[in-house]
Protein backbone atom coordinates (compact mmCIF):
# COMPACT_ATOMS: atom_id res chain seq x y z
CA UNK A 1 0.00 0.00 0.00
CA UNK A 2 1.11 3.50 -0.83
CA UNK A 3 0.24 6.60 1.90
CA UNK A 4 -1.07 9.81 0.06
CA UNK A 5 0.34 13.03 2.11
CA UNK A 6 -1.44 16.23 0.86
CA UNK A 7 -0.12 19.48 1.83
CA UNK A 8 -2.40 19.96 4.89
CA UNK A 9 -1.47 15.99 6.02
CA UNK A 10 2.52 17.34 6.18
CA UNK A 11 2.00 21.01 7.66
CA UNK A 12 0.04 18.69 10.39
CA UNK A 13 3.06 15.90 10.36
CA UNK A 14 5.66 18.57 10.49
CA UNK A 15 7.27 20.45 13.12
CA UNK A 16 10.15 23.23 12.43
CA UNK A 17 12.21 22.00 15.65
CA UNK A 18 12.37 18.40 14.90
CA UNK A 19 12.95 19.22 10.60
CA UNK A 20 15.87 21.25 12.08
CA UNK A 21 17.34 18.57 14.25
CA UNK A 22 16.81 15.77 11.19
CA UNK A 23 18.60 18.48 8.88
CA UNK A 24 21.68 19.11 10.88
CA UNK A 25 22.38 15.84 11.68
CA UNK A 26 22.11 15.41 8.15
CA UNK A 27 24.73 17.81 6.85
CA UNK A 28 27.11 16.58 9.49
CA UNK A 29 26.68 13.11 8.56
CA UNK A 30 27.04 13.80 4.24
CA UNK A 31 29.85 15.02 2.75
CA UNK A 32 30.32 15.46 -1.44
CA UNK A 33 29.81 11.29 -2.04
CA UNK A 34 27.62 9.34 -3.47
CA UNK A 35 24.95 10.31 -0.92
CA UNK A 36 24.53 13.79 -2.59
CA UNK A 37 22.69 12.35 -5.24
CA UNK A 38 21.91 14.20 -8.60
CA UNK A 39 20.05 17.69 -9.10
CA UNK A 40 18.65 17.08 -13.15
CA UNK A 41 17.30 20.27 -14.61
CA UNK A 42 15.99 20.61 -18.40
CA UNK A 43 14.13 23.58 -20.00
CA UNK A 44 10.92 22.56 -21.37
CA UNK A 45 8.98 24.34 -24.63
CA UNK A 46 6.61 25.63 -22.14
CA UNK A 47 6.99 28.46 -19.70
CA UNK A 48 9.07 26.67 -16.96
CA UNK A 49 11.79 24.00 -16.58
CA UNK A 50 11.27 20.52 -14.93
CA UNK A 51 13.66 19.27 -12.26
CA UNK A 52 15.11 16.07 -10.74
CA UNK A 53 16.36 15.30 -7.46
CA UNK A 54 17.72 11.88 -7.28
CA UNK A 55 18.23 9.86 -5.16
CA UNK A 56 18.07 11.10 -1.47
CA UNK A 57 20.25 9.05 0.54
CA UNK A 58 20.98 9.14 3.93
CA UNK A 59 22.78 7.09 6.57
CA UNK A 60 20.28 5.04 8.70
CA UNK A 61 17.49 5.13 6.92
CA UNK A 62 16.42 2.12 4.31
CA UNK A 63 14.30 4.20 1.87
CA UNK A 64 15.61 6.48 -0.76
CA UNK A 65 13.00 9.58 -2.17
CA UNK A 66 12.79 10.71 -5.98
CA UNK A 67 11.62 13.70 -6.57
CA UNK A 68 10.05 15.53 -9.52
CA UNK A 69 9.15 19.04 -9.89
CA UNK A 70 7.75 21.66 -12.47
CA UNK A 71 8.72 24.98 -12.01
CA UNK A 72 6.78 27.37 -13.51
CA UNK A 73 7.03 30.97 -12.25
CA UNK A 74 4.63 33.12 -13.60
CA UNK A 75 1.97 30.88 -11.90
CA UNK A 76 0.89 30.27 -8.38
CA UNK A 77 1.91 28.64 -7.09
CA UNK A 78 5.13 28.31 -8.86
CA UNK A 79 6.47 24.59 -8.16
CA UNK A 80 4.14 21.91 -8.49
CA UNK A 81 5.17 17.97 -8.11
CA UNK A 82 5.43 15.25 -5.81
CA UNK A 83 8.43 13.03 -4.11
CA UNK A 84 8.35 9.49 -3.86
CA UNK A 85 9.32 7.51 -1.15
CA UNK A 86 10.92 3.94 -1.58
CA UNK A 87 11.36 1.30 0.59
CA UNK A 88 15.20 0.30 0.61
CA UNK A 89 14.20 -3.19 1.20
CA UNK A 90 12.64 -3.84 -2.06
CA UNK A 91 11.46 -0.54 -3.68
CA UNK A 92 8.03 -0.48 -2.59
CA UNK A 93 6.40 2.85 -3.02
CA UNK A 94 5.54 3.50 0.01
CA UNK A 95 4.19 7.08 0.23
CA UNK A 96 3.71 10.11 -2.80
CA UNK A 97 3.85 13.27 -0.85
CA UNK A 98 3.23 17.12 -2.51
CA UNK A 99 6.63 18.08 -3.45
CA UNK A 100 5.95 21.95 -3.15
CA UNK A 101 5.35 21.78 0.90
CA UNK A 102 8.62 19.48 1.66
CA UNK A 103 11.05 21.45 -0.71
CA UNK A 104 9.75 24.87 0.63
CA UNK A 105 10.17 23.03 4.87
CA UNK A 106 13.64 21.26 3.98
CA UNK A 107 14.79 24.12 1.66
CA UNK A 108 14.23 26.64 4.33
CA UNK A 109 14.95 25.46 7.52
CA UNK A 110 18.06 24.19 6.18
CA UNK A 111 18.83 27.73 5.47
CA UNK A 112 17.73 28.91 8.81
CA UNK A 113 20.36 26.64 10.09
CA UNK A 114 23.06 28.03 7.90
CA UNK A 115 22.10 31.36 8.77
CA UNK A 116 22.37 30.96 13.09
CA UNK A 117 25.57 29.07 12.39
CA UNK A 118 27.11 32.10 9.81
CA UNK A 119 25.14 35.02 11.27
CA UNK A 120 27.27 36.95 14.22
CA UNK A 121 25.82 36.07 17.36
CA UNK A 122 23.47 38.24 19.42
CA UNK A 123 21.99 36.90 22.93
CA UNK A 124 20.80 40.28 23.49
CA UNK A 125 18.37 39.75 20.17
CA UNK A 126 18.97 43.07 19.21
CA UNK A 127 19.16 42.34 15.14
CA UNK A 128 17.07 43.25 12.68
CA UNK A 129 15.97 40.39 10.31
CA UNK A 130 15.32 41.29 6.84
CA UNK A 131 13.04 39.22 4.44
CA UNK A 132 13.60 39.80 0.70
CA UNK A 133 10.88 37.57 -1.24
CA UNK A 134 7.82 36.62 0.97
CA UNK A 135 7.09 33.72 -0.15
CA UNK A 136 6.71 29.83 1.37
CA UNK A 137 10.48 29.51 1.62
CA UNK A 138 11.30 32.70 3.31
CA UNK A 139 8.16 31.80 5.51
CA UNK A 140 10.46 28.86 6.61
CA UNK A 141 13.46 30.34 7.46
CA UNK A 142 11.86 33.14 9.29
CA UNK A 143 10.04 30.58 11.59
CA UNK A 144 13.02 28.50 11.49
CA UNK A 145 15.31 31.15 12.57
CA UNK A 146 13.52 32.28 14.83
CA UNK A 147 13.37 28.88 16.99
CA UNK A 148 17.32 29.82 17.75
CA UNK A 149 17.14 33.43 18.29
CA UNK A 150 15.30 36.47 18.87
CA UNK A 151 15.38 40.00 16.55
CA UNK A 152 14.07 43.63 17.66
CA UNK A 153 12.66 43.73 14.10
CA UNK A 154 11.66 42.42 10.73
CA UNK A 155 11.70 44.66 7.41
CA UNK A 156 10.33 43.00 4.55
CA UNK A 157 10.13 43.51 0.70
CA UNK A 158 8.99 41.89 -1.88
CA UNK A 159 7.74 42.61 -5.56
CA UNK A 160 4.08 41.60 -4.90
CA UNK A 161 2.99 44.51 -1.93
CA UNK A 162 0.36 41.63 -0.56
CA UNK A 163 2.63 38.87 0.17
CA UNK A 164 5.45 41.34 1.91
CA UNK A 165 2.17 42.55 4.19
CA UNK A 166 0.90 39.14 4.72
CA UNK A 167 4.74 38.30 5.75
CA UNK A 168 4.36 41.03 8.49
CA UNK A 169 1.21 40.34 9.55
CA UNK A 170 2.24 36.70 10.67
CA UNK A 171 5.23 37.77 11.95
CA UNK A 172 5.78 41.56 13.23
CA UNK A 173 7.69 44.29 11.65
CA UNK A 174 7.52 46.68 8.44
CA UNK A 175 7.00 46.78 4.73
CA UNK A 176 10.22 48.40 2.76
CA UNK A 177 9.84 49.88 -0.76
CA UNK A 178 13.44 47.98 -1.79
CA UNK A 179 15.92 45.09 -1.65
CA UNK A 180 18.77 48.31 -0.37
CA UNK A 181 16.07 49.65 2.13
CA UNK A 182 16.41 46.40 3.36
CA UNK A 183 20.10 45.82 2.98
CA UNK A 184 20.54 48.89 4.71
CA UNK A 185 18.04 48.49 7.94
CA UNK A 186 18.81 44.71 8.72
CA UNK A 187 21.82 43.30 9.84
CA UNK A 188 20.40 39.26 8.50
CA UNK A 189 19.14 39.15 5.08
CA UNK A 190 17.07 36.67 3.60
CA UNK A 191 16.40 36.54 0.04
CA UNK A 192 14.49 34.08 -1.58
CA UNK A 193 12.90 35.48 -5.18
CA UNK A 194 13.40 34.58 -9.05
CA UNK A 195 15.98 37.12 -9.88
CA UNK A 196 18.04 36.82 -12.71
CA UNK A 197 20.16 40.03 -11.94
CA UNK A 198 21.70 40.99 -9.01
CA UNK A 199 19.45 42.13 -6.42
CA UNK A 200 22.11 43.39 -3.60
CA UNK A 201 25.96 44.17 -4.68
CA UNK A 202 28.93 45.09 -2.42
CA UNK A 203 28.20 48.78 -1.96
CA UNK A 204 24.65 48.10 -0.78
CA UNK A 205 26.51 46.19 2.14
CA UNK A 206 28.47 46.77 5.42
CA UNK A 207 30.87 44.63 7.35
CA UNK A 208 29.43 42.13 9.68
CA UNK A 209 26.40 41.46 7.72
CA UNK A 210 25.02 37.81 7.00
CA UNK A 211 22.94 36.95 3.43
CA UNK A 212 21.29 33.66 2.68
CA UNK A 213 20.34 33.39 -0.66
CA UNK A 214 17.86 31.03 -1.89
CA UNK A 215 17.34 32.03 -5.35
CA UNK A 216 20.31 31.23 -6.98
CA UNK A 217 19.27 27.40 -7.55
CA UNK A 218 18.91 27.30 -11.38
CA UNK A 219 21.59 28.73 -13.99
CA UNK A 220 21.21 32.27 -14.69
CA UNK A 221 19.38 33.06 -11.06
CA UNK A 222 21.26 35.54 -9.03
CA UNK A 223 20.55 37.49 -6.46
CA UNK A 224 23.84 38.80 -5.03
CA UNK A 225 26.30 40.27 -6.97
CA UNK A 226 29.71 38.48 -7.74
CA UNK A 227 31.99 41.54 -5.74
CA UNK A 228 29.62 41.03 -2.76
CA UNK A 229 30.10 36.74 -3.44
CA UNK A 230 33.65 37.51 -3.30
CA UNK A 231 34.54 39.98 -0.75
CA UNK A 232 32.35 37.66 1.85
CA UNK A 233 32.83 33.99 3.53
CA UNK A 234 30.80 32.23 1.50
CA UNK A 235 29.60 28.73 2.45
CA UNK A 236 27.81 26.49 0.25
CA UNK A 237 26.28 23.13 0.76
CA UNK A 238 27.94 21.28 -2.21
CA UNK A 239 30.39 22.92 -4.11
CA UNK A 240 29.75 20.89 -7.42
CA UNK A 241 26.51 22.19 -7.66
CA UNK A 242 26.51 25.66 -6.61
CA UNK A 243 29.43 25.95 -8.83
CA UNK A 244 27.26 24.30 -12.16
CA UNK A 245 23.87 26.14 -11.62
CA UNK A 246 24.40 27.55 -8.44
CA UNK A 247 25.61 31.08 -6.40
CA UNK A 248 29.22 30.51 -8.38
CA UNK A 249 27.68 29.94 -11.45
CA UNK A 250 27.57 33.91 -11.48
CA UNK A 251 31.14 33.81 -12.84
CA UNK A 252 33.60 33.17 -9.83
CA UNK A 253 36.09 29.83 -9.25
CA UNK A 254 34.77 26.66 -7.36
CA UNK A 255 37.56 28.30 -4.61
CA UNK A 256 35.53 31.22 -3.95
CA UNK A 257 33.56 28.69 -1.74
CA UNK A 258 35.38 28.57 1.35
CA UNK A 259 33.17 25.95 3.16
CA UNK A 260 30.23 23.94 3.13
CA UNK A 261 27.58 24.06 5.66
CA UNK A 262 28.39 20.39 6.97
CA UNK A 263 32.27 21.29 7.32
CA UNK A 264 31.33 23.75 9.55
CA UNK A 265 28.78 21.33 12.08
CA UNK A 266 31.85 18.91 11.94
CA UNK A 267 34.33 22.17 12.73
CA UNK A 268 36.04 20.79 9.51
CA UNK A 269 36.17 24.75 8.84
CA UNK A 270 35.67 27.83 11.51
CA UNK A 271 33.42 29.42 10.43
CA UNK A 272 33.26 33.18 10.97
CA UNK A 273 35.94 34.90 13.08
CA UNK A 274 35.32 37.96 13.14
CA UNK A 275 32.67 40.80 13.72
CA UNK A 276 33.16 42.76 10.68
CA UNK A 277 33.33 39.65 8.11
CA UNK A 278 30.26 39.49 5.56
CA UNK A 279 29.09 35.82 5.18
CA UNK A 280 26.88 34.53 3.08
CA UNK A 281 25.20 30.86 3.10
CA UNK A 282 24.22 30.40 -0.85
CA UNK A 283 22.87 26.77 -0.88
CA UNK A 284 21.52 25.06 -4.24
CA UNK A 285 19.44 21.84 -2.00
CA UNK A 286 20.24 18.32 -1.90
CA UNK A 287 18.41 15.25 -2.70
CA UNK A 288 18.84 13.85 1.03
CA UNK A 289 17.13 17.19 2.22
CA UNK A 290 14.34 15.62 1.00
CA UNK A 291 14.63 12.17 2.39
CA UNK A 292 15.03 13.62 5.76
CA UNK A 293 11.86 15.53 6.04
CA UNK A 294 9.88 12.67 4.14
CA UNK A 295 10.70 10.43 6.24
CA UNK A 296 10.03 12.36 9.52
CA UNK A 297 6.36 12.56 7.76
CA UNK A 298 5.72 9.38 6.76
CA UNK A 299 7.25 7.93 10.33
CA UNK A 300 4.21 10.36 11.80
CA UNK A 301 1.53 9.24 9.14
CA UNK A 302 2.07 5.89 9.90
CA UNK A 303 2.04 6.27 13.89
CA UNK A 304 -1.35 8.75 13.56
CA UNK A 305 -2.62 7.22 10.23
CA UNK A 306 -2.40 10.72 8.48
CA UNK A 307 -3.52 10.65 4.43
CA UNK A 308 -5.22 8.19 2.65
CA UNK A 309 -3.60 4.56 1.33
CA UNK A 310 -4.00 2.97 -2.34
CA UNK A 311 -2.29 0.09 -4.12
CA UNK A 312 -1.00 1.58 -7.15
CA UNK A 313 -1.21 -2.02 -8.26
CA UNK A 314 -4.71 -3.04 -8.25
Known amino acids: MTRILTRSNLEAALEPTACMAVLEEGFRSTGSGPATGQRVLTDLPFPGTAT ?14 VKVNAKFPATRPALRGVICLHSGHDGELLALMDSATITAWRTGLAAALGTHVLATPDPGGDAVLGVIGADAQAELMVRGLRSTRSFRDVVV ?12 ARHGGRT ?20 RRPLLRLADTRPGQHFTSLGADEPGKQELSADLLASSLLVVDDRELAASMGALAAGLPATAAKATLGELLRSDHPGRTSATTRTVYAPVGLPWQDLALAWLAYQHAEQHGVGTQTDLLA
Request: hydrophobic share 55%.
Open 52 to 65: ALIPGLLPGIDAYT
Open 157 to 168: HDADPARAAALV
Open 176 to 195: LGSPTDVASAADVVLLATWA
